[in-house]
């Protein structure tokens, strides 16, 4: 069965195709659909939901959606929902187009001057996490909402960015428990604790049992 996935992220449709199976995965420009909703929502969800229902609207079938981003402890949360838009402290969110690399070093030079006006040397631990809310969409008024997370920490700087797995700000994110960044985890492993992959896992069975009594 074919599932739409709200998005025009290449990277997304391939940890969705890895997470569900690359024949169900299906996204708007696949069939040369025009899909770009704004996503003005306030919070994780409720940017998937947007993108959700209006990807239902064309389609009229399941369809999945999330919206994902980096948190970080010592910014208050932020970049948060503006994670894709991230353009530093002192600019409007999406005001200037950055390269990721320039993105990761932006948040990392902003969090550690955040902790050094905070008293805090260059051994301190910078708590952060990826947040994904997912949404499975069956009908009008009809969904249901999954937010995970994976908990992990900023490295110092730019140069101890490592892997080449993943995408987006996974080269700056350290698990301890792997002794790695999310971007030198496998896919397998990544698969396993990602915020995308237990979300996704929760989606799975629920479409699975939703669709039976649909």
Request: proline letters at 4%.
């Amino acid at each position: 069965m074919k599932i739409f996935a709200a998005t025009g992220n290449l990277h997304k449709k391939k940890e969705l195709s890895e997470l569900f199976s690359p024949d169900e995965i299906c996204i708007p420009s696949d069939l040369g659909l025009d899909f770009d909703p704004e996503e003005n929502g306030n919070s994780f969800i409720a940017n998937s939901l947007i993108k959700a229902e209006a990807l239902w609207r064309i389609t009229k079938t399941p369809v999945i959606a999330d919206d994902s981003g980096i948190c970080v402890d010592i910014l208050d949360g932020r970049p948060g929902i503006y994670s894709a838009r991230y353009s530093g402290k002192n600019k409007l969110p999406g005001s200037e187009e950055y390269t990721q690399k320039e993105k990761n070093t932006l948040l990392l030079e902003e969090a550690w001057e955040a902790a050094s006006r905070k008293g805090l040397g260059k051994d301190a631990v910078l708590t952060c996490r990826f947040v994904c809310a997912m949404v499975l969409y069956l009908g009008k008024d009809r969904f249901i909402s999954v937010q995970e997370t994976i908990e992990g920490q900023l490295v110092r700087n730019i140069d101890e960015a490592n892997g080449k797995g993943g995408f987006g700000y996974d080269p700056i994110v350290y698990l301890p428990e792997f002794h790695k960044t999310i971007a030198e985890l496998t896919e397998e492993e990544k698969n396993k604790i990602s915020h995308r992959g237990k979300a996704a896992k929760k989606i799975k069975t629920i479409l699975e049992k939703s669709l039976s009594f649909s």
